[in-house]
C-alpha cells in the first residue's frame, strides 16, 4: 500500500498537518480504508501541504537514522576490506 509516511509523526499545531509526510490526523487515522484513487488525491497535494509547516522537526526520524546506521556500517566493512 502506498504510504507517504516518513516515521516522524509530529502534528503541527498550526497547520493540523504532520511534520513529516503532511496528513491530517483523521487521513492517517483512515489511511488503510482509503481506495488507491482516494490515496493517489491526497498524496498529490502534500508538497503543496508541506510548503505551509513553517517548523521542521528537529529529532532525527527513525528511517534517517536507519539508513545513516547502515551506511557507518558499510563503511566500517568496507575499512575492514581494506577498501
Known amino acids: 500500500m502506498k ?3 516518513i516515521l516522524v509523526c ?8 504532520c511534520f513529516g509526510c503532511g ?3 483523521d487521513e492517517i487515522a483512515t ?7 482516494e490515496r493517489d488525491v491526497i498524496m498529490a497535494g502534500l508538497p503543496a501541504r508541506m510548503d505551509t509547516i513553517e517548523r521542521k ?4 526520524t527513525r528511517r534517517s ?3 545513516r ?5 558499510g563503511s566500517d566493512t568496507e575499512s575492514e576490506n581494506g577498501s
Open 3 to 5: 504510504s507517504p509516511c
Open 10 to 17: 509530529a502534528i503541527d499545531d498550526r497547520t493540523g498537518y
Open 23 to 25: 496528513r491530517t490526523r
Open 31 to 37: 489511511w488503510t480504508q482509503y481506495s488507491d484513487e
Open 57 to 60: 522537526p528537529r529529532r532525527e
Open 65 to 67: 537514522r536507519m539508513a
Open 69 to 73: 546506521e547502515r551506511e557507518e556500517r
